[in-house]
């Protein structure tokens, strides 16, 4: 059962990397080469790669390349501050670039530059490995369900966590992709996640895959939870704190606590590099703030199919633009994970300490 991505989110080409940008979707599939620090800094910033693990995942990509113009110890300290600036809240990107840092820091620099590809090239495929299981693990939630009564299984989720997220098949979506390679019918109900509106990467990816699913508003969840139209909410994280506390796209708490509202089961996909066990609760977990412009603008293509921003707002209104939220574990069923499926409070049985340092 082994997903392919229908297009590498990012791949090695020679001294750059190759990524799809995912500013430009659903609209039009465009690669981008990144050649240097900055363009990674950039398309990590701007969300032309976008989702925890792929933000890790670039990130690597980005020291290899910045090792390959100059693999001195002030460049390498200097990607490494650069790319940890990107973006706050995501700790992939923070593990990424530890790892980076404790097998670079050790070489001599002359040694730098084919360790840290093939360092980069090691995260991209272990992240195809862990979506993997966590599908399969995942796989058993959706099983279960769908024993329990006819018709599909109707699963809700939020933001993207599918295969444009990560390196591999996704986190959320890779149960989703799972049921539907075992044919098993699966109804996604995907909400649209203003203000980036990654909800329609998801029902992007759910259409090409084949996987049957509806768009819905993000303020309709409420009531589809209520009337009984869900049967389990699967999301993606951000960063796990050590008490199972969850950060994720703004407006999966909400989601969560209808959920509760309405006893349906809620539950996160997040690989290893998602846990910060540093981090002792969600309150502690960095929230990033966006730009005004991701709630004053909307972005669309026109009759001509060219892409297109409109303003909806005069640019001088006051914005509060939080890009995530954190779930408290509560409210939290389940964390799938790449060993097994976890109470949020008992994510150390899966992870020792010896395993996974804090
Ligand atoms: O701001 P984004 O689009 O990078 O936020 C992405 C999410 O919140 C995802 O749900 C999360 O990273 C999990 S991706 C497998």
Redesign the pocket.
Same mark, same amino acid.
């Given at each position: 059962m082994s997903f392919k991505q229908p297009i590498p989110t990012i791949r090695r080409d020679g001294d750059r990397a190759v990524i799809l940008d995912q500013t430009l979707l659903p609209h039009r599939t465009e690669l981008r080469h990144l050649s240097s620090l900055d363009d990674v800094a950039h398309a990590i910033r701007s969300?032309q790669v976008? %989702?925890?693990?792929l933000?890790g995942a670039t990130a690597a990509y980005g020291v290899a390349i910045a090792m390959t113009h100059d693999a001195g110890d002030r460049a390498l300290e200097t990607a490494l501050e650069v790319l940890a600036a990107t973006r706050p809240t995501?700790v992939n990107l923070h593990w990424a670039l530890g790892r980076m840092a404790a097998r670079l820091l050790a070489l001599a620099p002359v040694a730098r530059v084919a360790a840290a590809w093939d360092e980069a090239e090691a995260i991209r495929l272990e992240d195809m490995e862990t979506c993997a299981a966590i599908g399969r693990h995942g796989l058993t939630l959706i099983e279960a369900l769908a024993a329990r009564r006819p018709g599909p299984v109707r699963v809700m989720t939020h933001?993207? !966590?599918g295969w444009v !997220?990560?390196c591999g098949a %996704?986190?959320a979506l890779a149960p989703v992709y799972a049921a539907h390679a075992r044919g098993i019918a699966v109804e996604v109900l995907v909400s649209e996640t203003r203000p980036?509106n990654?909800g329609l990467l998801t029902a992007w990816e759910l259409r090409e895959a084949g996987v049957a699913h509806s768009l819905i508003a993000d303020n309709a969840a409420g009531l589809l939870l209520a009337r009984g139209e869900v049967d389990l909410v699967i999301? %993606? !994280?951000?960063r796990v704190a050590a008490n199972g506390d969850s950060a994720?796209?703004i407006g999966t708490y909400l989601k969560a606590l209808a959920a509760q509202d309405a006893g349906v089961p809620f539950y996160i996909a997040a690989p290893f590099s998602t846990l910060d066990f540093a981090c002792p609760a969600g309150s502690a977990i960095p929230i990033e703030d966006r730009d005004a412009d991701e709630l004053l603008c909307v972005n669309g293509v026109d009759a001509d199919g060219h892409l297109r921003q409109l303003r909806q707002a005069p640019a001088d209104t006051a914005v509060r633009n939080p !890009?995530?939220d954190v779930t408290p574990a509560r409210l939290i069923r389940g964390i799938v994970t790449e060993r097994g499926i976890a109470a949020p409070g008992a994510l150390r049985e899966l992870y020792p300490a010896e395993d996974v340092p804090a």
């Open positions: 969300m976008r %989702g925890a693990p933000i995501a933001c993207n !966590a !997220a990560t %996704g986190t980036r990654q999301t %993606g !994280a951000d994720n796209k !890009a995530f």
